[in-house]
């Protein structure tokens, strides 16, 4: 699955058992800019696996990167308070790890 969207390029990949052998794969890269006073997340964006309400969060079975290269807002996991996400912040997402995070609403992000 290949979006793109003004300033967002995602695309989803299907793992194959021959990836599987390697032992690590990469099931989505892009970015995804998230304009001020726009819901979040966009649910005509991501498969129903990576679909999230901000104030129940969710759980993956996989490990994210998230780069945040404009804007703010938070990051909160079962492991690590809420915290004040700023351009140029790194977090990682854990396997099996209750998170949420999102975009202040005023200000909007760029997510890679």
């Known amino acids: 699955m290949i979006l793109a969207h003004n300033s967002t390029s995602l ?5 194959s058992s021959r990836d599987l052998q390697w032992g690590l794969t990469i099931s ?4 995804l800019l998230i ?8 649910w005509s964006l991501h498969p129903n696996k990576y679909l999230f309400l ?10 994210q990167l998230i780069y945040i290269s404009q804007g703010k807002g938070y990051f ?5 308070k809420k915290t004040e996400i700023h351009a140029g ?3 990682i997402l854990f396997p099996g790890e ?4 999102g975009p202040e609403r005023k200000s909007g992000w760029h997510e890679h």
């Open 11 to 15: 695309k989803y990949l299907l793992e």
């Open 54 to 63: 901000q104030e129940k969060g969710r759980i993956l079975d996989e490990y």
């Open 98 to 101: 209750w998170h949420s995070f």
């Open 89 to 91: 912040n790194l977090f």
């Open 76 to 80: 909160v996991s079962k492991n690590y």
């Open 35 to 42: 304009e001020p006073n726009t819901s979040y997340p966009n």
């Open 28 to 31: 989505a890269a892009g970015n």
